[in-house]
């Protein structure tokens, strides 16, 4: 049985060098399954996507993998999800991640990761969608791309009509918390907030 609703992880086909982005990985992936929420994610078995995936199944959670055809070797899929989605290219694995999500998280990770985060954002930037974005600042990861943030503000590349909202969490644990809130808000129309610095 699907779940009700469904978070979209983004995050490293790496592990990274802090031991603690593994564990913020596999304490979402309980989390996840502890709460009836569904993960959607990369697809792969490597980094923090296969430590996410492998502890969201091993805690009866839901897991719906889409990856592009030509990665399915490169970044090892991990068949044993509840759901597999092979896509023709990278940006019709995108438009199905978004499809299939209620909201977003990025854990730390690569340019890929990046990239994903950067282009939803932009989607809700241009009023494509109200959905929850979340990014989970493991001992300040992101802390550079918040900065920048912040400069792009001052500089009036980001100006109030294109304001966008993003929760900054510090943890795995303030992640489904921060997911819920901004569900429940987002129903109507609420006003934009800028990027709330944690540290």
């Not at 597999?84 to 999500?101: C, P, Y």
Request: aromatic share 8%; net charge negative; hydrophobic share 40%.
């Amino acid at each position: 049985m699907s779940p009700k609703y469904n978070l979209c992880v983004y995050c490293g086909s790496g592990e990274g060098r802090n031991p603690a982005y593994v564990e913020a990985a596999r304490e979402l992936g309980q989390a996840l399954a502890e709460d009836g929420i569904g993960l959607v994610y990369g697809g792969g078995s490597l980094g923090l996507m296969g430590e996410l995936a492998r502890a969201t199944l091993a805690a009866g959670g839901h897991v719906t993998g889409i990856i592009p055809e030509f990665l399915v070797v490169r970044e090892r899929m991990l068949a044993d999800v509840n759901e597999l989605i092979v896509t023709a290219n990278m940006h019709e694995r995108k438009m199905t991640m978004f499809e299939r999500s209620d909201g977003f998280v990025a854990l730390p990770g690569g340019i890929g990761t990046l990239e994903e985060l950067v282009e939803i954002t932009t989607w809700a930037q241009l009023d494509r969608h109200n959905k929850p974005i979340i990014l989970c600042n493991i001992n300040a990861y992101w802390e550079p791309l918040v900065t920048l943030f912040d400069h792009m503000r001052d500089e009036k590349f980001i100006r109030p009509e294109l304001e966008f909202k993003m929760d900054v969490v510090k943890s795995a644990a303030d992640i489904i918390p921060a997911f819920r809130h901004r569900q429940s808000t987002s129903r109507g129309k609420v006003p934009l907030e800028p990027v709330r610095k944690t540290l």
